[in-house]
């Protein structure tokens, strides 16, 4: 089915193992993107989808587990990577998907919930490792699922990465025991103390980010913009960091479904808390296409922060397989037809 498709780019700006201690930019110990996703694509094969979750959540937690759905290994040494994101509650009249189905082999129902049954949505990911590059694909959902998938990532590094994870004994209550990492499966744990990392961040493409920088004096409205929904609580978080950067103390109470919501402020800024507010922007992963903030111009422009980071559409024939899940060979064929245009965004 043809379809819009938007293709938002990040930065992989740490995937591996790191000392404690080094500057920010410095390689990993060992590991990295290229082994993570060969590891993790040989780690889920045969797997149920119950099996795959790399961390857990509780009830109350601002960001529910998510588990793999499929992953895919094209040309380029690129993937793309499937998740399913768990919506907290036991939610009916939503998809779902179920615990006992196969990666790569899922299907989702609309269905009555039960046990067995995982309520959510999928979400989409192109991994370039070559390139240290992940692309976001928006293809039917509000929320790309980006804090999920970096959890994934970082749980999987963290807890259950075959290559590099030492298990001891299960401790008390089946509790999962790390004794350390080696740089090798052969290897021995590694004598210092190691941080599992796995960190994303966006891409600015210039443009309006300098015009608001030569043009600072001339701002004199901040504006927030999103959709709050009981489905996505991360939002209601995202909403209030912006407000944060924004100096405003409190966001409005978060009790409608689906409801754009739009704060707007008079506000004067200096360079330097234009470049912070900027700075923050950048290091907040959003999880939704609908999450920005701009500012408003004396003369009535707006610049929107959004539309000065990497980001494409793209008319795709998108193969669907039921409601959520796509055919992913297909949709990878389709998005490296453009991949130098994407690369070059950032």
């Avoid at 700006?13 to 000392?19: I, L, Q, T």
């Avoid at 210039?206 to 608001?212: A, E």
């Avoid at 100096?247 to 704060?263: F, L």
């Amino acid at each position: 089915m043809l379809q819009d498709v938007s293709i938002w780019v990040y930065d992989i700006s740490r995937c591996g193992y790191y000392a404690y201690r080094g500057a920010e930019d410095r390689a990993p110990l060992f590991g990295g993107v290229t082994t993570t996703f060969a590891a993790l694509e040989n780690w889920v094969d045969g797997k149920l989808l119950g099996q795959t979750a790399t961390y857990g959540a509780n009830e109350g937690d601002e960001v529910a587990e998510s588990y793999l759905l499929d992953i895919h290994h094209g040309a380029h040494g690129d993937y793309l990577v499937g998740i399913w994101n768990r919506l907290p509650g036991n939610r009916h009249h939503v998809s779902s998907v179920g615990i006992g189905d196969v990666v790569g082999a899922a299907s989702a129902e609309v269905t009555e919930l039960d046990r067995d049954r995982i309520p959510g949505f999928a979400t989409y990911f192109w991994v370039m490792p070559a390139e240290r590059r992940v692309a976001a694909i928006g293809l039917k959902h509000l929320s790309h699922g980006l804090i999920n998938f970096g959890n994934y990532l970082t749980g999987f590094l963290k807890f259950i990465n075959p290559d590099h994870v030492v298990l001891g004994d299960e401790g008390p209550n089946n509790e999962l025991v790390i004794n350390g990492y080696r740089a090798a499966p052969d290897a021995d744990v590694h004598p210092a103390g190691i941080r599992p990392t796995f960190n994303i961040k966006s891409i600015p493409r210039g443009g309006d980010l300098d015009y608001l920088r030569q043009n600072v004096g001339a701002i004199s409205k901040v504006m927030c913009k999103t959709v709050i929904s009981t489905m996505e609580p991360a939002q209601r978080n995202w909403l209030q960091s912006m407000l944060d950067v924004a100096r405003i103390a409190k966001a409005p109470a978060p009790n409608v479904v689906d409801a754009p919501i739009r704060v707007e402020f008079p506000i004067a800024l200096t360079l330097d808390e234009l470049n912070a507010s900027i700075a923050e922007w950048e290091e907040d992963i959003s999880d939704s296409s609908e999450n920005d903030l701009g500012f408003r111009l004396n003369d009535g422009q707006k610049k929107w922060l959004r539309k000065s980071h990497a980001r494409e559409n793209k008319r795709l024939d998108v193969e669907w397989v039921d409601d959520e899940l796509i055919n992913l060979a297909a949709l990878l064929g389709q998005l490296q037809v453009h991949r130098a245009e994407i690369l070059a965004l950032g």
